[in-house]
């Protein structure tokens, strides 16, 4: 069975099992490896994906779900080829550790400042508790939100 998916503003197709978890499509068939399979358990974040506009670990969708939805992956977030306002400001305050989970975080950013432009910085620990980083303490991350915050 083809599952016909819309990834990033474009059509496409993948004749994975329909059970296949949309990562793997996204990863295998569209070579977009932004979107992370690390725990493969729905806990971590690193596989992040916007359907239809909220947030999913997409390990645990499996890829017929998401026919006829917008997927929007971490590649598709920037246009022109610029950055947008999280990543410039991810960046800025040097957030980025070995990568692993950026990705995820940078779709949960993205998200919450598109759902609330004036968020806190409660409001952004809140939203990043559905991603895990071993590598930092967070606070860099959070004062790059702030900033593309103040940035809008």
């Given at each position: ?61 499996p890829a017929a779900l998401a026919e006829d939805c ?83």
């Amino acid at each position: 069975m083809v599952q016909n998916l819309t990834v990033n503003g474009d059509r496409r197709s993948s004749a994975a099992d329909p059970i296949t978890p949309l990562v793997d499509v996204l990863r295998e068939d569209f070579h977009l490896t932004g979107a992370k399979p690390v725990c493969r358990e729905g806990f971590c974040g690193a596989c992040m994906v916007l359907l239809d506009g909220a947030p999913i670990l997409s390990c645990l969708v499996p890829a017929a779900l998401a026919e006829d939805c917008e997927i929007l992956t971490v590649e598709g977030l920037a246009t022109d080829g610029g950055l947008t306002p999280i990543q410039s400001a991810l960046e800025a305050c040097d957030a980025v550790q070995c990568g692993m989970c950026f990705p995820g975080m940078v779709v949960t950013l993205t998200h919450l400042l598109t759902a609330k432009p004036g968020a806190t910085r409660d409001d952004i620990r809140a939203a990043l508790t559905g991603n895990i980083c071993r590598c930092t303490g967070y606070e860099r991350i959070v004062e790059a939100a702030l900033i593309a915050v103040a940035a809008k």
